[in-house]
């Protein structure tokens, strides 16, 4: 039995002639925040879409809890605990921020369909009010909670991006991909995002994978950094390893 929760095995892509992926492989643990760094075009976001499911693989396979999932969909993946967020923020504009939440756990079903709704069962208005609970809790934790009746639309991109972390957070995860969650916020909303994350994983035992071009971010967060050159793993190891790694100064990090 794997000791991951989310593993990647041998993947390729190729687009064309090019292959953006070679081989590569990754894992990871329960509780753990693993970092993917590298330079632009490395391969990054081309394995966020196959490990969650966006894009298939030419080669390799993608398991959860051991079990091929890599013909499985995204909506399949999300509904079992693997939930991520986008470089290019994907926020329902025109909803507020609570709505936001509240529809990342409408999947669940409310308990009586239409009827429920037009009568208003018992059932159907505790499982609302249990959403919205859950709703305020993370909004609160993210530090959100002043926000909920603004339109998601109208929000600057750091308070959006942190928006998208917490309707990721609101059905809980058990797999978290979060792809530049720190592009555009200031240092108080990345403190934020760190303390959320950390939490995540020591207090729920979330597993989180990130990529992320604020180094420093991720050398300070994660517990285990992968860097990736060329569609292939460059190295891998504790943010100490990697910094020191000479291959990785030379392709990414460049002289200190």
């Known amino acids: 039995m794997s000791r991951y929760v989310l593993e990647a095995v041998g993947i ?3 687009f064309g002639g090019v292959r953006a992926l070679d081989g590569v492989g990754l894992g990871v643990s329960p509780g753990e925040v693993c970092g993917l760094i590298g330079p632009n075009g490395a391969g990054k976001t081309t394995l966020f879409d196959v490990v969650s499911g966006i894009r298939r693989p030419d080669d390799g396979l993608v398991r959860l809890d051991g079990e091929d999932i890599t013909r499985r969909s995204p909506v399949w993946r999300a509904r079992h605990g693997v939930r991520r967020t986008f470089q290019r923020q994907q926020l329902f504009g025109q909803l507020t921020v609570a709505d936001n939440l509240l529809v990342a756990q409408e999947w669940r079903g409310g308990g009586g369909g239409l009827v429920a709704d037009l009568a208003g ?3 159907r208005r505790s499982r609302e ?3 919205r609970e859950r ?3 993370v909004l609160r934790e993210c530090g959100l909670d002043a926000y909920g009746d603004t339109y998601a639309g109208a929000l600057p991109v750091g ?3 942190m928006v998208e ?3 990721a957070l609101a059905d809980p995860p058990r797999v978290l991909l979060l792809d530049e969650p720190a592009s555009g916020m200031s240092a108080g909303e990345r403190a934020r995002l760190a303390a959320v994350v950390r939490r995540l994983a020591e207090d729920e035992g979330c597993a989180v994978l990130l990529v992320e071009h604020n180094v420093a971010f991720v050398m300070e967060l994660c517990t285990r950094v992968v860097v990736l050159d060329l ?3 460059l190295a891998e190891g504790t943010a100490d390893e ?3 790694d000479p291959r990785v100064v030379a392709a990414y990090l460049g002289v200190a």
Request: aromatic share 4%; charged share 35%.
């Open 12 to 14: 390729g892509v190729r």
């Open 121 to 123: 069962a018992p059932g």
């Open 129 to 131: 009010y249990a959403r």
């Open 135 to 137: 709703a305020a809790e």
């Open 159 to 161: 308070r959006a991006r």
């Open 165 to 167: 972390l917490a309707r």
């Open 231 to 233: 569609g292939s793993v």
């Open 242 to 244: 990697v910094r020191r």
